[in-house]
């Protein structure tokens, strides 16, 4: 039987073809599967409010207008609550990238005493607890119960982000380590002037693992937040989201703080309003992710697999 060499190049088929059509037909059917969510809010929440409101909109928007969003955007509280989400996320995501990058480097010093138990007690959290009311108790024993650190301390220790940090470091050459030690640096001017500049991969897989988490919260503001001051976006908006429902039936009756939203209810409707608060807090995190996508997959590879 002859063989052919196939040479440095790889040559296509006539059975390669329709794979190829196929593959990239699938692959182009799951992303449009993946993103019809996304323009279907979007759609809704420039469309006609009464027409949204009977689901209707399903292609193409209808009578578009922006209303929902000047008015949305006008509600009281807005600002401040996007200024601490904002907040959060960047110092949050700040903290636990630069926590998980240098116990990901420790962990794999032998220097370090005792590391292996130290290894395991913080993967031990990942399985294991103590429960709400104990973490309740310790917190507000901390005194972080109406604390902007309640969002920022409590997370900085994430073991999922220092297993992937510390497999990624194994994999670099130990050379590089040791031939800044040889010139006489220490533990702390190896990690910042010769590891930390070669983990952008993976600390960018983990500043987006961190960073969506922190947008998103809202459960440790019902827990830990009572000062309307401290509120991020998510609640901020989740609770007008669930005041909506009750508004566009009852919008006369309301009173006190509802007060403000009543005018917004009563030329809205709840399938608009839903439609428009999912876009406000989903567009803001859906920017940031091209700007690390280049690194994401690469970190996530190299992070997950040793070798």
Not at 218 to 235: A, E, I, N, R
Not at 249 to 263: E, K, M
Not at 288 to 294: H, M, T
Request: a positive charge; aromatic letters at 14%; proline letters at 5%.
């Amino acid at each position: 039987m002859k063989t052919t060499d196939i040479g440095p190049q790889w040559r296509r088929t006539r059975g390669d073809i329709p794979f190829a059509l196929v593959n990239y037909g699938g692959f182009l059917l799951f992303a449009l599967v993946c993103g019809y969510p996304f323009y279907y809010l979007i759609i809704n929440s420039i469309s006609a409010n009464d027409v949204s409101a009977l689901g209707d909109v399903r292609l193409l928007p209808t009578g578009i207008h922006f209303e929902n969003y000047s008015q949305m955007l006008g509600l009281p509280g807005l600002t401040s609550a996007a200024m601490v989400s904002i907040a959060r996320t960047v110092i949050g995501t700040g903290a636990t990238v630069l926590a998980s990058a240098f116990l990901g480097f420790m962990f794999t010093q032998e220097r370090l005493r005792h590391r292996s138990l130290w290894y395991r007690l913080i993967i031990f959290t990942m399985y294991f607890n103590a429960g709400l009311i104990p973490v309740y108790v310790t917190i507000h024993t901390l005194g972080l119960t109406n604390n902007f650190w309640v969002y920022i301390l409590p997370a900085i220790v994430q073991p999922f982000n220092i297993i992937l940090v510390k497999t990624y470091v194994e994999s670099l050459p130990q050379s590089l380590q040791e031939a800044a030690e040889i010139d006489g640096a220490g533990v702390v001017t190896v990690f910042f002037r010769i590891i930390l500049p070669n983990m952008t991969p993976i600390l960018a897989t983990v500043a987006i693992f961190s960073a969506v988490a922190q947008w998103n919260s809202f459960q440790d503001t019902l827990l830990y937040v009572t000062d309307q001051k401290l509120y991020p976006l998510q609640y901020t908006l989740y609770t007008y989201l669930n005041q909506a429902n009750s508004l566009a039936t009852a919008a006369q009756n309301a009173q006190g703080n509802l007060g403000a939203i009543v005018s917004a209810a009563t030329t809205q409707t709840p399938t608009s309003i839903r439609m428009t608060v999912a876009v406000i807090v989903v567009l803001p995190i859906i920017f940031v992710y091209p700007l690390f996508q280049r690194y994401f997959v690469k970190g996530i590879m190299l992070g997950a697999v040793k070798g």
